[in-house]
């Protein structure tokens, strides 16, 4: 009974044996991996913390820095509070302004669902728009992703993980 593996136990631990298999770079790769699924979970915590138009200019930012427009002045403007007719933020795709993209930024906790697409699209349609990216805290339904895949208009859809990814990409947010 003495010889008994831990692996065996009551409590459900690991063998020793296992964790000393692991290679260092295993065991740094598994550290990292833990530390970034820290940081997307604080950083989302945070980002539903702070009011709707500055998380609007955080999403307006992230995608300045991933690379869209020019100059920062002429490249990305959040629209004005109100009446901004189901767009939060306008990013030219080039630094000429060839073409532009439309935002939209949900600080939800709740699953983003068909219906909050399709004005979305509307609004687009409205603004005689092709592109647009709708992001969220949170997630999106099923029928949303659909949805979006089946308009002619080429919308994006970022859930909160890949926000937050995105973000810890770009250093947005957060700081090294």
Known sequence: AGS????DSKDGTEDDEDQTKATPEEMIDQAVGKLSDSLRSELLDQLSQINPYRFERVVVDLLFAMGYGGSRAEAAQVTKKSSDEG????INEDRLGLDVIYVQAKRW??????????SFVGALAGKQAQKGVFITTSG???SANEYAAAVPQKVILIDG??????MIEHGIGVAT
């Open 109 to 118: 906790k709740n699953t983003v669902g068909r219906p909050e697409i399709q």
């Open 140 to 142: 999106f339904a099923p």
């Open 87 to 90: 767009i939060d933020g306008v």
């Open 161 to 166: 993980l890949r926000l937050a990814a995105l």
């Open 4 to 7: 008994k593996n831990k692996k």
